[in-house]
T-cell receptor, first 114, second 113 residues
Framework: DGGITQSPKYLFRKEGQNVTLSCEQN?????MYWYRQDPGQGLRLIYY???????QKGDIAEGYSVSREKKESFPLTVTSAQKNPTAFYLC?????????????FGPGTRLTVL | AQSVTQLGSHVSVSEGALVLLRCNYS??????LFWYVQYPNQGLQLLLK??????LVKGINGFEAEFKKSETSFHLTKPSAHMSDAAEYFC???????????FGTGTKLQVIP
């Protein structure tokens, strides 16, 4: 089955630590995205990428970093510079075809800062 | 800039009753519109999408939505609610390029037995 996997499902971090969230897709999609979800705020775009070795900042990129070394993988690092990292993080992917570009989502990672 | 507004953060319906979840968008050009569903601690799943082919769009699980340009609305409906419909629903609009999707703040649907 094609899809998107995220790991881990739950992640606990101490203040001052960097953590990396994994996202892998086998849908052969060119574009990948990271969103942050907080209660009552919907989804906010952190970073996105349409091609290997290239990515762009979304609306709330401060305190986050990404890489895109392989088409299938788009890991997100939450750095210690992120002041309020506790949230639910969702990875998504899509084609670049403008008529078929709904985003497909992974199951999410819930990050809690202790 | 394109945006979406979902009216009502919480909606309660009785099992078997009509479900109506409201979404209004602002767009300077014909938009692509989406409805997604999210169950607790899970990712989002696409219910349906509007891409200008037809104003009445049918989706999965018996849901449908009607695009009304004059009202800038894309409300989600289902004739008869089922307990399994209890979830959070998000309306989204693509704001230009493929990557620029804006999500509404979500509506939590409660189904009362």
């Amino acid at each position: 089955d094609g899809g998107i996997t995220q790991s881990p499902k739950y992640l606990f971090r101490k203040e001052g630590q960097n953590v990396t969230l994994s996202c892998e897709q086998n849908l052969n999609h060119d574009a990948m995205y990271w969103y942050r979800q907080d209660p009552g705020q919907g989804l906010r775009l952190i970073y996105y990428s349409q091609i290997v070795n290239d990515f762009q900042k979304g609306d709330i990129a401060e305190g986050y970093s990404v890489s895109r070394e392989k088409k299938e993988s788009f890991p997100l690092t939450v750095t210690s510079a992120q002041k309020n990292p506790t949230a639910f993080y969702l990875c998504a992917s899509s084609t670049l075809d403008s008529s078929q570009n709904e985003q497909f989502f992974g199951p999410g990672t819930r990050l809690t800062v202790l | 800039a394109q945006s979406v507004t979902q009216l009502g953060s919480h909606v309660s319906v009785s099992e078997g009753a009509l479900v109506l979840l409201r979404c209004n968008y602002s767009s300077s050009v014909p938009p692509y519109l989406f409805w997604y569903v999210q169950y607790p601690n899970q990712g989002l799943q696409l219910l349906l999408k509007y891409t200008s082919a037809a104003t009445l769009v049918k989706g999965i699980n018996g849901f449908e939505a009607e695009f009304k340009k004059s009202e800038t609305s894309f409300h989600l409906t289902k004739p008869s609610a089922h307990m399994s419909d209890a979830a959070e629903y998000f309306c989204a609009v693509r704001r230009g390029g493929y990557q620029k999707v804006t999500f509404g703040t979500g509506t939590k649907l409660q189904v009362i037995p």
